[in-house]
């Protein structure tokens, strides 16, 4: 397949992580921002091939796993509303809320929960069912906000007012930031998600690389393209420049995708956001435009009732998310924590820090214990 298997290529890997070796003198400490570099760090043992002390954190950049438990709750609460349908993407049904409940318990129970692909076919589930409200549930980064801008416009060109928006969409630059605000932040170069670079283009990363002394490079999802951008942070490291490269040129124009971003400033304004393990972010999300807040659920339906944590202790999701621990830090990983049980989004989620450690690692890490 072109593009994916001569980006695995074995010769090709084994050369990248020889320069590595030869260019690395001291200890370093690398965080991968995006969940999918991460599933393929685990699954391809990326890690496991780089010299001692060079060392991969996982971050925060799994959609699914940062949004708010308390959204989740809101979520359920607008779902036992039986004039209201929800609608969102599949691994969102499954992840639990602060109360510990899901969408998918709540569609058990007899709310109309219905999963989508995308916002657009959310509208079209409210343009045919007119006497029903119907709420999407929008999260995710830069990638997928201009799909949820597009789905809001359509909806107002049809004259919807049936439809609208739990939003918590996030943004991936701030979170970045308040990483490495922390006194006790060990992450020394950042490799930054190629997907929401291909949207959002590169321009927030240069202030954040120089105020931080943290080489960016911005890399895709396959070994190589991972190797590569390790390397190349590695190389600034080892001479002291902290500077953003795009290492991933075959998807990321360095203004990312005008048209898209236009979207997504017409229909949202930058906001300070919640994420779950990480906490308020300034400008970490986004909120409505005034002439879209008709769109808005949370003036709809009164979802501040549902706030309100009963996190399970259990849990270190947000740890995890912040690479202060590694999946198998958990005590319930893999025991109270399965795919099939999880007691947090990480193990839910296709992108999740812990999914992929069960998934690839799991019989490695049962051993050990
Ligand atoms: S293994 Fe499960 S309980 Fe532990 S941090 Fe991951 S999601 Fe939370």
Redesign the pocket.
């Known amino acids: 397949m072109r593009y994916v298997e001569e980006f695995r290529e074995a010769e090709a890997v084994q050369t990248w992580v020889s320069a590595i070796a030869q260019r690395v003198t001291r200890p370093w400490t690398l965080m991968e921002v995006c969940g999918g570099q991460t599933h393929s760090i685990v699954r391809y043992g990326l890690d496991t091939l780089l010299p001692e002390g060079v060392t991969l954190l996982h971050g925060p950049g799994c959609p699914v796993c940062v949004t708010p438990g308390a959204v989740i709750d809101q979520a359920i609460a607008i779902a036992a509303d039986p004039q209201v349908t929800i609608c969102s993407f599949g691994d969102m049904l499954r992840v639990p809320g602060d109360h510990q409940q899901s969408l998918q318990q709540a569609r058990a129970a007899g709310a109309q929960v219905q999963i989508v692909y995308s916002p657009l076919d959310a509208v079209a589930i409210a343009a045919k069912n007119r006497d029903r409200q119907v709420v999407f549930l929008a999260v995710g980064f830069e990638t997928t906000a201009p799909a949820t801008a597009l789905a809001i416009a359509q909806a107002q060109q049809l004259g919807l007012n049936n439809f609208s928006i739990l939003l918590s969409h996030v943004r991936v630059a701030p979170a970045m930031a308040q990483l490495l605000a922390d006194p006790d932040c060990r992450i020394q170069a950042f490799l930054a998600a190629g997907h929401v670079c291909t949207v959002a283009g590169l321009a927030e990363y240069p202030a954040i690389a120089q105020r931080y002394r943290v080489p960016i490079a911005v890399t895709g999802f396959e070994p190589l393209d991972i190797l590569q951008g390790i390397y190349t942070c590695i190389d600034q490291l080892e001479s002291e420049r902290f500077e953003v490269v795009n290492c991933y040129g075959r998807a990321v124009q360095p203004g990312g995708n005008p048209a898209a971003q236009q979207w997504v400033e017409r229909v949202f304004a930058i906001a300070d956001q919640d994420w779950r393990g990480l906490g308020t972010i300034p400008e970490g999300g986004l909120q409505f435009q005034p002439d879209f807040e008709a769109f808005d659920a949370s003036r709809h339906f009164a979802v501040n009732e549902a706030i309100g944590s009963t996190t399970t202790s ?4 947000g740890l ?1 998310l912040q690479g202060q621990k590694q ?1 198998c830090d ?1 005590p ?2 893999g025991r109270t ?1 399965t795919p099939e049980t ?6 839910v989620s296709s992108e999740g820090a ?1 999914a992929a450690y069960y998934r690839y690692r799991h019989s490695q890490v049962t051993m050990r214990a």
């Open positions: 259990d849990c270190i999701s995890v999946p958990c319930a990983f924590c999880p007691l947090g989004a990480p193990m812990c």
